[in-house]
């Protein structure tokens, strides 16, 4: 997740986000997540967001993972350019880096 998304998002540790097929899964800064995704052209919609691998974490990386997971279910379409993907919520924009194979 870059910086980009706003200063929430730019402190450690990463959170990520990998989309194959119809899955999606990632670090979400206090344990791994996953969820299903439905594409439409540039109309994405995210669902079933569960954490699988929760782990005790401070309140802030634990509102910060909340926020994130919040946005993540209202993602309504998704832009791409010069490396970056952009997802859009109505409540903020999740920005990420891509990151080599």
């Known amino acids: 997740l870059s910086e980009k998304s706003g200063k929430w998002a730019g ?3 990463d959170l990520t986000l ?3 097929g119809g899955h999606l899964s990632g670090w979400s800064g206090c344990g791994d997540y996953r969820g299903t995704v439905s594409r439409d052209g540039d109309r994405w919609t995210f669902s079933k967001l569960t954490i699988v691998s929760p782990i005790p974490c401070p309140s802030a990386a634990s509102v910060r993972m909340q926020r994130f997971i919040e ?3 209202a993602v309504s379409s ?3 350019d010069a490396g970056l993907l952009t997802l859009h919520a109505p409540d903020g924009d999740l920005v990420f880096t891509a990151q080599p194979r």
């Open 11 to 13: 402190t450690d540790p």
């Open 78 to 80: 998704v832009t791409t």
């Open 18 to 20: 990998r989309v194959q």
């Open 71 to 73: 946005l993540l279910g």
